[in-house]
């Protein structure tokens, strides 16, 4: 599971599985050390985390003092414990969007000074297929055709000072018709704009983190498939 709190991705493990180490700077062993500020440099791996290594953990993420920490991987000694005493710090909120082709371009939305992909709220009595495809359409002023599913990210905010995490289910969608392409104004998309794959990823150089996530999940999916 991969979380991404104020903008920095948190993954959590399985007691036994760990991290790829070329790629992680330093090791904290919650079990024999306390966590710190001082040590959530660049790429850290918290090991053998219980819940009040989490609130540690959280309170760090959450502090307004500039951090050097770029991710953060945990390890619990309970996965299921450790994700559902995470989420419970969080009102969840549900949701489904669409990195939407056309040939070999895609559509990209600007909100909020940010490069970002449309999605929005899941409405009652609707599944997340439902909503992807009306949102989409909704903050676009498209009509598309959905494919399978990309992933699912977590994305936490704050609403009214109450602490929010949003869970988002992706999709790849093909345009059916962009003849009325438009950015929904209402929805502070100020934006939408066909890129190419290289004008993407100078995108999301001014974009979330989730967000490049979700296009690395899509070219990794499209990697394994050309492999079969």
């Known amino acids: 599971m991969i979380i991404f709190i104020n903008d920095i991705p948190v993954r959590i493990w399985k007691a036994g599985n760990e ?7 330093h090791v904290v062993d919650a079990a024999t050390e306390p966590v710190t500020q001082s040590k959530m440099i660049h790429h850290v791996w918290v090991k053998n985390a219980e819940a009040k290594d989490l609130d540690a953990l959280l309170a760090l993420l959450d502090s307004k003092v500039p951090t ?4 953060l991987d945990i390890t619990a000694k309970d996965y299921d414990t450790a994700k559902d005493y995470l989420l419970s ?12 082709r056309k040939k070999e371009k895609f559509l990209m939305i600007y ?4 490069w970002d992909l449309p999605k929005g709220k899941k409405e009652k009595g609707e599944n997340y297929k439902e909503a992807a495809v009306r949102e989409v359409g909704e903050e676009c002023n498209i009509t598309v055709k ?13 609403m009214n000072k109450n602490a929010m995490i949003k869970k988002t289910k992706w999709y790849i969608m093909d345009v059916i018709d962009d003849t009325r392409l438009k950015p929904a104004l209402e929805e502070d998309i100020e934006e939408a704009r066909w890129m190419s794959q290289k004008e993407v990823y100078h995108a999301l150089e001014h974009s979330y983190k989730s967000i490049r996530y979700v296009v690395e999940q899509y070219y990794s999916l499209r990697e394994l498939k050309s492999t079969k």
């Open 111 to 114: 909100r909020m000074k940010k």
């Open 146 to 158: 959905r494919g399978g599913r990309i992933c699912t990210t977590w994305h936490t905010y704050t």
């Open 89 to 100: 710090k969080f009102k969840v909120v549900k949701a489904a969007g669409g990195l939407v």
């Open 68 to 71: 050097n920490l770029l991710s």
């Open 19 to 25: 991290p790829e180490s070329g790629r992680i700077n």
